[in-house]
């Protein structure tokens, strides 16, 4: 069943392509990787696991600041709070030249939805493509050195689709040893420190189902100084899933 994503959303070719844009001057532009939705299996078991809502959308916001290129992007994915978190819906979002846009839609449209690229709620990350949604979007682990990492290190990068379903839509769990918590491609961005979230600086490339390559990090689950606080002390009392997520296209 993964293969038969792959083959409909093909990885996009090296060998960008000269279009003339309204002026009449080419610029160069990438292959799409894919272009139409494909059906999302496991729909039943991803509504029912991953608490998806056909009735709202998400009352958090996303703020972005940029500075040389590089997002800035603070996203609310609190949901409510951990112990409301399933009644309430996940934050979707693009990548854009603007910065981090929320896609202001509820989560089983998104199912059927490719505008968007990434979505959380709490401490999961889900990417739009493969078990997670319609789309081709994928991710390939990098160095953990954000700045680091250009053009050159996405050379022969192999993009994942999310995966977290067994053909017989068994759930697939993460390395965390909390029951119920997706092996999404993005979910080593945390591990436990103490009794918090803590970040672990993990860098990935993304690419965009546009052909589009970024480069994104999580900086913090917590606001303020919560972050600090918790990877240093194992504990903080700042309330979890307001997000900083560090990105750039490359």
């Known amino acids: 069943m993964l293969l038969s994503l792959l083959l409909a959303c093909p990885v996009a ?38 608490s998806l809502h056909d009735d709202k959308t998400s009352k958090g916001d996303i703020e972005n600041t940029e500075a040389s290129g590089t997002w800035s992007s603070i996203v609310d994915a609190t949901a409510g709070g951990s112990s409301s978190a399933s009644k309430n819906a996940w934050i979707y979002a693009k990548f854009t030249e603007n910065g981090l846009e929320k896609v202001d839609i509820d989560d ?63 759930l697939k769990e993460d390395n965390s040893g909390m029951p119920g918590s997706p092996a999404t491609q993005l979910a080593t961005f945390w591990e436990y420190v103490g009794s918090c979230v803590g970040t672990t600086g993990q860098v990935w490339v993304l690419q965009l189902e546009s052909g589009e390559l970024v480069k994104f990090t999580v900086d913090a689950y917590y606001a303020d100084d919560g972050q600090e606080e918790c990877n240093s002390t194992g504990s903080t009392s700042t309330e979890g899933a307001m997000y900083t997520w560090r990105w750039a296209f490359l």
């Open 13 to 50: 070719s090296d060998e960008p392509k000269d279009t003339a844009n309204d002026t009449g001057s080419t610029e160069e532009v990438t292959d799409a990787v894919c272009t139409e939705a494909t059906d999302v299996p496991c729909e039943d078991e991803i509504i029912s696991d991953f």
């Open 108 to 170: 089983e449209t998104a199912l059927q939805d490719m505008t968007w690229h990434i979505a959380a709620r709490r401490y999961i990350i889900r990417l739009n493509g493969g078990a997670s949604g319609p789309s081709c979007v994928g991710a390939a682990k990098v160095r953990d050195d954000f700045n680091a990492v250009d053009e050159s290190s996405a050379t022969d990068l192999e993009f994942k689709l999310e995966d977290f379903y067994t053909e017989a839509c068994e």
